[in-house]
């Protein structure tokens, strides 16, 4: 290192998260939402199901 010359900098830090946007936080929780979620999970829990028992 030559005299004079300064190390280069290291890397920057980075900016503080902003927290994001919740959707759960944001609706209310309803009968009718919980219904739909339900019925929009369940090709998951489909899925889980046949899993689950391949593993026991």
Do not use: F, I, K, W
Not at 18 to 25: G, M, S
Not at 34 to 48: F, I, K, P, S
């Amino acid at each position: 290192m030559e005299h004079g010359t300064s190390p280069p900098p290291g890397p920057p830090t980075p900016a503080p998260l902003a927290p994001q946007p919740n959707r759960v936080l944001a609706e209310p929780a309803t009968v009718e939402a919980c219904r739909a979620d339900y019925v929009a999970g369940a090709d998951v829990r489909q899925t889980l199901a046949a899993q689950e028992a391949r593993h026991h």
